[in-house]
């Protein structure tokens, strides 16, 4: 199996593709991002819906194009729907990403999301601090929901972590890192802006799931990051404050094109050892 | 019983009496609108508020002016609540309305809406596709919480879903209607960028609660069609995206007059055979 | 014992400590207004995280800097979280703030916002009608989660029920209020609009727990309500309508100084006969 190309060309035949297909993207995700996240899908061209009872989601999962799971704001009934979502997106071969908020925080969200990641994600995205716990790694740290460790210094749990969980696994941080336990993809934009609204990552994670219809892990992944990257670039250079930061994503996002998607993120690739 | 009269002056009258009234509107709604639907409420210049505790709704039903009930994150417990608060509302003789999102989607979502449906709603406001789907109509598609159907396609389902439920139903598109079962009422604004903002129908549907507080059923779903198309149309005409849409509807109905509803809003009736 | 000093200094000297030690606070908040309190407390520059399952609140509590609650929509599985991240909190002498919305509205209501209200926390803040609800004080009146009191008329039912439940008490209204029930410190600023856009209250809630993890409550309370309203008054001040207050806000709540906060906030004290 060859590895599929993932450049900057690759990332905006994606986005055209998402476009025109239009991806429904199911999510079960927390609380507090479920209006950014709907609108980020919205922006970007997909279909959104949060469906999150036991009684309905696996029968959405079977009409979905993706599937969401973020464990932000979870409680045992909500635990049961994520693993029969997960479990019927992987019995139908439909993409699933995990993200896997606040891993790390306590024992019962650590142990939920190494249960979910059992369960072949598609795509894990997480901030280094989740990352690293839940690939085992030492020196996790972390700050509820937020990281206390960089990106870089978790590329090699991720590593570890694509190749046990068979997922593509996605740390952001300064700079965003994508790797199947292969190959490692470093991907630049985004602004530090973007870690003072909040869900900017739960929303990242929403779009990876809409590139993940219509894309390869790998390269939906890379594709996510730097349209996501390029975008919120873009808004956040417009900005004295945070405030309008969500919004300002969503206009960058509707209007992106591949030039300017070339012009405000970087891709490159490195094979690991 | 005479038909009331539906055209624009109805409407500036009810807003203005809704403005003057400032009705107490519960809301039992998802998770992913209720901030914009309690902004649009207090916009519009109503009271809003959240409550789904089985413990409470029927209480609070008591002491509100009118209730809206929207299944879109829909869940067994909120389930319960849903009917408690609706066979209340029916019983005091207070005006309820129904949005059946997503009806059709899947047979648990679909199973509540038509029981829900059966409790005597005052309104019911969906999509084409949720309204054929709501009335059993051949065709009804849908995807997701999305419609594949245009509006004017659902007039007849919704002119039988009406004679059947008693209740105004309305389908929102390119062109609004709403209907009592004998006659339809066309209303023109709106803007097509109002599909890529979470939430605007589901918004919709609380302000529609909030004029059924003020005004008879055809007039209240008429009004508010009219008021938030207007509002809609002026809000989306100063953007190039999304992102700011909900912000700009919020103010659009705050500031919004009898003439610039005049000049933005059409509505126009006619008898069913 | 003395008391310590509150005035425009000591709520900048709060405002430099918050910054400068970025406190996790910990949210069990309504679904309404939990995007729009985590990007007030980032804005401020805290860490908020939203954590509500009975199986992680006490172990996020350990982790914690402070804690709010905030019953808008609560129901059963939330309230036994709510008490038990309280009575976590009292244990370990960490800072936790009751937001009673809706207080006097129902039963249920009521009853849980005077459990928690014995459960000790640092400081209780709601609205006239809420805290003299609370306070079992007579004409409390209230609409759905609206006073219909001005918050001058609650200043002796606040002091009352700060000498009763040991916590700091703030009223918040035209002008707001917060007592220890020795002395009463009146605070103005703020907007007139802020009572149009949702969770501007339970967002103050969140801001004052982040303040409560620096600061003793008293100074916690009136800081928190001085750079609140200093914000929000010079937000509000660009506006035409409630649309854009949350967003503007956040970006005032960011960039404000101690310059602009003794500019546009006034702080006085009297002590109570």
Known sequence: MTHPTVDIQAAADALASLRERRPLVQNITNYVVMSVSANALLAIGASPAMVHAREEVEDFVAISSSLLINIGTLSPLWVDAMKLAAAKASALGKPWVLDPVGCGATAYRTGVAAQLAAQRPSIIRGNASEIMSLAGAAGAGGKGVDSTVGSSDAVSAASALARRSGAVVVVTGATDYA?????????????????????????????TAAFAAVAPPLVAASAALAVYGAAGKLAASKLRGPGHLAAELCDALYVLDAEALGRHATISTRALA
Do not use: N, P
């Open 179 to 207: 790797t199947d336990g292969k190959t490692v993809v470093a991907i630049g934009g985004g602004h530090e802006l973007m870690t003072l609204s909040t869900g900017m990552g739960c929303a990242l994670s929403a779009v």
